[in-house]
């Protein structure tokens, strides 16, 4: 009787290993995508520095939120004519984006609302004495 039950057992577990195994496959509908396929942006992006001035820091923040978190420049300083990327944790979220630069004297410029799901390149300059910034 003892044997019965942990013969039972045992099938009923490879059973359900079974079941499990077949659950984790992909079938195909022909539609060619699901709706319940979440879309995935990156909000990585290249800051190009055409300003004429190094760049001392760079911080970026979702728009609206009041901190601006920590420096992330991941060079000591961006020299003008250079460029790096900013690359994002993959469980950030935010489409709209706040940036922020500083120069070696602390002076800032800030643009605001910037869509990283659409920009993967920002390239800054000063013209006409004014900071702008052009996106790709």
Known sequence: MKKKKIFSLLVVFALSVFIFT?????????????????????????IVNDTGIEIYSIYVSPTGEKNWGD?????????TGNST?????TDVQDQYWDLMIADS???????????LFSVSEINLKIENGSPTATFK
């Open 85 to 89: 990327d900013i690359v994002f944790d």
């Open 22 to 46: 077949g659950c984790g496959g992909s079938s195909s509908t022909g539609s060619g995508s699901s709706s319940n396929q979440a879309t995935t942006y990156s909000q990585d992006f290249t």
């Open 105 to 115: 004297a602390g002076a800032t410029v800030e643009w605001t609302n910037i869509d």
């Open 71 to 79: 420096d992330i420049l991941t060079t000591d300083t961006l020299p």
